[in-house]
Nanobody
Framework: QVQLVESGGGLVQPGGSLSLSCTAS????????MGWYRQAPGLPRALVAV???????HYGDPAKGRFTISRDNAKNTVYLQMNSLKPEDTAVYYC?????????????????WGQGTQVTVSS
């Protein structure tokens, strides 16, 4: 069993920056890929960014060039640095952990999700 807790959401003006963090606890050694997804009202969850156990990163198109994902395995934590934020980035951001790697056998093993943290970009 793995538990994920997000922090860092809030209100920011367009063009601003925000950092999210997600800390895993429990059976952390089962985790391979970690990442972030987001869900805006009326839309399904969409990929923001993931990072594999080998530190390979993959970004959804809206995040490319603006967001950076990283992880600190010693702290069991994944981060998302968001720059040049736009109103369309407004969503609930969910931390995700997988027992498979995104660039390998994704979909095998169990998936874990955090409760989500609200990010609002507005002037």
């Amino acid at each position: 069993q793995v538990q994920l807790v997000e922090s860092g959401g809030g209100l920011v003006q367009p063009g601003g920056s925000l950092s999210l963090s997600c800390t895993a606890s429990g059976n952390i050694f089962s985790i391979k890929t970690m990442g972030w997804y987001r869900q805006a009202p009326g839309l399904p969850r969409a990929l923001v960014a993931v990072i594999t156990s080998g530190d390979n990163t993959h970004y959804g198109d809206p995040a490319k060039g603006r967001f950076t994902i990283s992880r600190d395995n010693a702290k069991n934590t994944v981060y998302l640095q968001m720059n040049s934020l736009k109103p369309e980035d407004t969503a609930v951001y969910y931390c995700n952990a997988e027992e498979a790697d995104f660039d390998a056998d994704y979909g095998s093993g169990r998936s874990y999700w955090g409760q989500g943290t609200q990010v609002t970009v507005s002037s």
